[in-house]
């Protein structure tokens, strides 16, 4: 079976730890967990990389680039030439202000819909089909994005944040598990949660 990557996008140091432009992050970490992964990350590929790890019959490496997001692709590029992992077997994990929060998205290709670090990577491996699963996090009243994105979670969504990553974990075992038809259209109908 084939080895799959997939990339969860953040920013490095305390200050964006739990900020919700760290959401790719924080999946990765809920990932880590429910695979029982004890072992510590090593830099590589401007990252920070785990595995490959076994996990239903296939491998799976587990990224954070450590770039900062708008970086993103020089990591998410060193990584799939290193492992010879096509831009179909990568899926990259991020926020989106254009979803209520908590609401997932799962598509197989398309544009960056304005994020700069998925702009990044479809830049850097030169195509615009690599999956993506987009974590809602809700739009700002003032309308000032910049600021909304690296502001800290009420405790509102804390408390939902446990859930919210138990869905994210149940869709990147469908996106590794199942075509990527399939998984779209399990995680779009089944998984998505998050407010009307």
Same mark, same amino acid.
Request: proline letters at 5%.
């Given at each position: 079976?084939? /080895?799959?990557?997939?990339?969860?996008?953040?920013?490095? *140091?305390?200050?964006?730890?739990?900020?919700?432009?760290?959401?790719?992050?924080?999946? +990765?970490? @809920?990932?880590?967990?429910?695979?029982?992964?004890?072992?510590? !990350?090593?830099?590589?590929?401007?990252?920070?990389?785990?595995?490959? /790890?076994?996990?239903?019959? %296939?491998? /799976?490496?587990?990224?954070?680039?450590?770039?900062?997001?708008?970086?993103? *692709?020089?990591? =998410?590029?060193?990584?799939?030439?290193?492992?010879?992992?096509?831009?179909?077997? +990568?899926?990259?994990?991020?926020?989106? =202000? #254009?979803?209520?929060? $908590?609401?997932?998205? /799962? %598509? !197989?290709? *398309?544009?960056?819909?304005?994020?700069? $670090?998925? @702009?990044? +990577?479809? *830049? !850097?491996?030169?195509?615009?089909?690599?999956? %993506?699963?987009?974590?809602?996090?809700?739009?700002? !009243? &003032?309308?000032?994005? @910049?600021?909304?994105?690296?502001?800290?979670?009420?405790?509102?969504?804390? #408390?939902?944040?446990?859930?919210?990553?138990?869905?994210?974990?149940?869709? =990147?075992?469908?996106?590794?598990?199942?075509? =990527?038809? %399939? #998984?779209?259209?399990?995680?779009? &109908?089944?998984?998505?949660?998050?407010?009307?």
């Amino acid at each position: 079976m084939s /080895l799959r990557l997939c990339v969860g996008l953040g920013n490095p *140091g305390p200050r964006y730890a739990m900020t919700r432009h760290n959401m790719g992050w924080l999946a +990765i970490d @809920a990932l880590l967990e429910h695979l029982e992964v004890s072992t510590e !990350a090593t830099f590589a590929c401007s990252a920070m990389l785990w595995g490959p /790890l076994s996990w239903k019959e %296939r491998e /799976l490496l587990l990224l954070k680039p450590i770039t900062y997001m708008n970086l993103s *692709g020089k990591a =998410v590029k060193a990584a799939s030439a290193r492992f010879s992992v096509p831009a179909e077997h +990568i899926l990259v994990i991020y926020d989106d =202000v #254009a979803l209520p929060f $908590g609401r997932l998205r /799962l %598509r !197989a290709a *398309g544009s960056a819909g304005g994020h700069h $670090g998925m @702009a990044s +990577i479809l *830049g !850097a491996m030169g195509t615009l089909a690599v999956p %993506r699963l987009r974590i809602g996090i809700g739009s700002p !009243a &003032d309308g000032d994005v @910049a600021s909304w994105v690296l502001s800290d979670f009420v405790d509102e969504e804390l #408390a939902q944040l446990p859930e919210v990553m138990s869905r994210c974990v149940q869709a =990147v075992e469908a996106w590794f598990s199942m075509d =990527v038809e %399939r #998984a779209v259209s399990y995680v779009n &109908d089944r998984l998505r949660g998050g407010s009307s």
